[in-house]
């Protein structure tokens, strides 16, 4: 994994858990979570599988810590969310819809711009070994704004990985992936959970997500339907928990 921000050193806020409590979420009257619990480990990738409007996202920012649970608690080992200090949000990488990355600005200069964010002092490495894991050591001095979608994404997945971060959280990383980036994202998912991150991932490509996950959280209407380790026959599965087996 990329080399880690710096912290204060009376300061450990790494942790080889994530557990989720019970927790809920309300918008007003509306209950976007409602009672959601389930555990992720060091070196496991969990996946968040579930119809849209099914919590899936709202769960990856209570995780985030960019929203705050309405009750029940998420602890990263033993630092409950709302207790969390700066140090602990540095273990935690995400990436959403959005890439927040700088078109103007090459691969290597927005690689650099993050890593300096995270106190780096080696961005300049950190950006160059950053661009070799993703493959764009040759494209690495070319404005972001004349990559495609899937060199995009493996610019801005090496951005929310850029400190090394214990926890990554991916929002529909698949999408608009044509096979070849889809192949690379996966690889590199393996390659963090070999590492020992956590990976948990919210995704509407099943076929994709097939034989990567080491659970999946089946989510409907903001609740947990059900937990399955190392899922088998993904889509089938899905139909059966979150449909019923009358679905076709």
């Keep these: ?27 007003g009257r509306r209950r976007a979570v409602s009672h959601v619990s389930f555990l992720g480990s060091s070196g496991t990738i969990v996946g968040l599988l579930g119809p849209n409007g099914a919590g899936k996202s709202t769960l990856l920012a209570l995780l985030a810590t960019i929203l705050r649970a309405s009750s ?17 949000r540095e273990r935690i990488g995400v990436l959403g819809h959005d890439l927040f990355l700088y078109p103007e600005l090459t691969a290597r200069e927005n690689l650099v711009f993050f890593a300096g964010l995270y106190g780096n002092d080696n961005a300049d490495g950190a950006a160059r070994a950053a661009l070799d894991r993703a493959g764009l050591a040759d494209r690495a001095d ?40 889809a192949a690379a994202l996966i690889g590199r998912l393996r390659g963090l959970r070999d590492s020992g991150a956590i990976v948990i ?13 080491d659970q999946a959280v089946f989510l409907r209407d903001g609740r947990r339907v059900e937990t399955v380790s190392h899922p088998e026959g993904l889509r089938s599965t899905y139909r059966s928990i979150v449909f019923g087996a009358s679905q076709p």
């Design 142 to 181: 070319d404005p972001v704004s004349s990559f495609s979608r899937g060199m995009r994404q493996r610019v801005a997945l090496e951005r929310a990985l850029i400190h090394g971060p214990r926890l990554l959280l991916l929002d529909e990383p698949f999408t608009g992936l044509d096979e070849t980036s």
């Design 1 to 27: 994994m990329s080399q880690r921000a710096n912290t204060s050193p009376d300061l450990d806020c790494d942790f080889d858990r994530v557990a989720v409590e019970d927790v809920s979420r309300h918008f």
């Design 72 to 88: 029940g608690a998420i602890r990263y080992g033993a630092i409950e969310s709302k207790d969390a200090p700066a140090a602990l």
């Design 201 to 213: 991932l919210a995704t509407h490509d099943l076929d994709l997500a097939e034989g990567l996950l």
